[in-house]
């Protein structure tokens, strides 16, 4: 049981990502999938995550309307739009699956998951 984070990078403000959270051991179908991120001197945050609803429910205010879940089933991966990016952004990213593999409304708490990636490097800088 894998969840394998990538897509991180160095972008310039204003630019886009998107990370890949790929899973192997388990299928990702209709868990809750979490993305957390930690800055330098910062405690871990929860930043948003989709339920089997495929609803995105977010944590922080500003990411909403840049940022964005979603789930290719046949890749068994969940993908994190990361669009207008800001230098605050900058953080390693953590995505996470829930052990219960129906969550039909998920929840920004770390708590709330019982696998973990090992985490992608996004830095936002000109």
């Known amino acids: 049981v894998q969840l394998q984070a990538s897509g991180g990078g160095l972008v310039q403000p204003g630019g886009s990502l998107r990370l890949s959270c790929a899973a192997s051991?388990?299928?990702?179908?209709?868990?809750?999938i979490g993305w957390f991120r930690q800055a330098p001197g910062k405690e871990r945050e929860g930043v948003l995550c989709?339920?089997?609803?495929?609803?995105?429910?977010y944590n922080i205010d500003s990411v909403k309307g840049r940022f964005t879940i979603s789930r290719d089933i046949s890749k068994n991966t969940v993908y994190l739009q990361m669009n207008n990016l800001k230098p605050e952004d900058t953080a390693v990213y953590y995505c996470?699956?829930?052990?219960?593999?129906?969550?039909?409304?998920?929840?920004?708490?770390?708590?709330?998951?019982?696998?973990w990636g090992q985490g992608t490097q996004v830095t936002v800088s000109s």
């Open positions: 989709i339920g089997s609803n495929d609803g995105n429910t």
């Open positions: 051991g388990f299928t990702l179908d209709y868990r809750g």
């Open positions: 996470a699956a829930s052990g219960s593999p129906f969550v039909q409304y998920c929840a920004v708490v770390p708590g709330g998951y019982d696998y």
